[in-house]
């Protein structure tokens, strides 16, 4: 997946649907013993099922994304393709990846893409405090390209790396987190 991280809120669609087609079993099949018996079955593997799935997102350290970004009136799009998971104290930080496809009709040339951390989400259940974007740092934040991009081309970046800033204070609000990245590019025409 080139997102970073399974996305929270697709997953409870996806459980809020698998539920709902159990109980939808489970109700057609109440009148007949052997129908009741398959609803009932099927209720209860789509639920262990998304609670397998639920504890295997929350047993993701730290996530980054699902990112993008473009530069200021451009025609570029910007997305991360780096999977970064388990930010912690006294881990390495993780390198950041892109790709970045010029959408428009005319040459552009890109000089470079920077990245930076926009926001930081919480994840429901975290410790209580504050988990902010000075609890993490990206090093080596601008990323060298030097690449004209012609009409419906594409080119890779990297180069960059996020990690967890690990401080004296309390930082367990941040177990969890999800890093929220924004690209821009520097570009001429």
């Known amino acids: 997946m080139a997102n970073t991280g399974f996305p929270f809120d697709r997953f409870v669609l996806i459980a809020a649907i698998c539920l709902a087609a159990g109980a939808l079993l489970l109700l057609l099949g109440w009148a007949h013993r052997r129908g009741r018996a398959v609803?009932?079955?099927a209720l209860v593997v789509l639920a262990v099922g998304a609670s397998v799935i639920a504890g295997a997102?929350?047993?993701?350290?730290?996530?980054?994304g699902p990112s993008s970004g473009s530069g200021s009136g451009s025609s570029l799009t910007i997305v991360?393709?780096?999977?970064?998971?388990?930010?912690a104290p006294a881990v390495?930080?993780?390198?950041?990846?892109?790709?970045v496809t010029?959408?428009?009709s005319a040459d552009v040339y890109v000089d470079?893409?920077?990245v930076g951390i926009v926001a930081v989400v919480k994840t429901a259940g975290a410790s209580?405090?504050?988990?902010?974007?000075?609890?993490?740092?990206?090093?080596?934040?601008?990323?060298i390209l030097r690449r004209t991009l012609h009409p419906s081309e594409?080119?890779?970046?990297?180069?960059a790396a996020i990690g967890f800033r690990s401080t004296a204070s309390n930082q367990d609000a941040c177990q969890g987190a999800l890093v929220r990245l924004r690209f821009t590019s520097s570009v001429r025409r």
């Open 112 to 114: 470079s893409i920077t």
């Open 39 to 41: 609803g009932v079955v």
């Open 57 to 64: 997102s929350a047993a993701n350290a730290q996530r980054c």
């Open 102 to 104: 010029n959408r428009g």
């Open 128 to 143: 209580a405090g504050d988990c902010k974007a000075s609890d993490y740092v990206v090093t080596r934040p601008t990323m």
């Open 92 to 99: 390495q930080p993780a390198g950041v990846t892109g790709r």
């Open 154 to 159: 594409s080119a890779t970046f990297g180069g």
């Open 80 to 87: 991360q393709t780096s999977t970064n998971i388990g930010l």
